[in-house]
């Protein structure tokens, strides 16, 4: 009884830490951003708006924008870093 209450307690601990260190990291990107011009954030499709509001307006992506990407798609890479990334050739087993 008394291990499962520490085991709990342990539990909700560490989901804490995690979310203040996610919100944290999200609060340190805005700061960031905000030393973007408007311009670039447009580019870039992030609402200097909701960039203003905060963490609770993550991901700050700007309407029209957010329209043209799935929900289910997290992050975004730029076409450069996709045309350097090298191909993954798959592996194949050693003789024994």
């Known amino acids: 009884m008394l291990v499962g209450k520490i085991v709990n307690g ?3 601990l560490v989901g804490g830490i995690n979310e ?9 990107t805005a700061r960031e ?7 670039q954030l447009a580019d870039l ?12 307006a993550y991901p700050w992506k700007a309407e029209e924008v957010s329209k043209l990407i799935p ?8 076409k450069a870093d996709v045309a350097t990334e090298a191909p993954q050739m798959p592996r194949t087993p050693k003789a024994a």
């Open 10 to 12: 342990l539990s909700s």
């Open 33 to 39: 951003l905000r030393l973007l011009s408007d311009k």
């Open 45 to 56: 499709g992030i609402s200097r708006a909701l960039l203003e509001i905060g963490v609770n």
């Open 71 to 78: 929900d289910n798609v997290t992050t975004l890479k730029a």
């Open 20 to 28: 203040g260190m996610r919100l944290s990291g999200y609060a340190r």
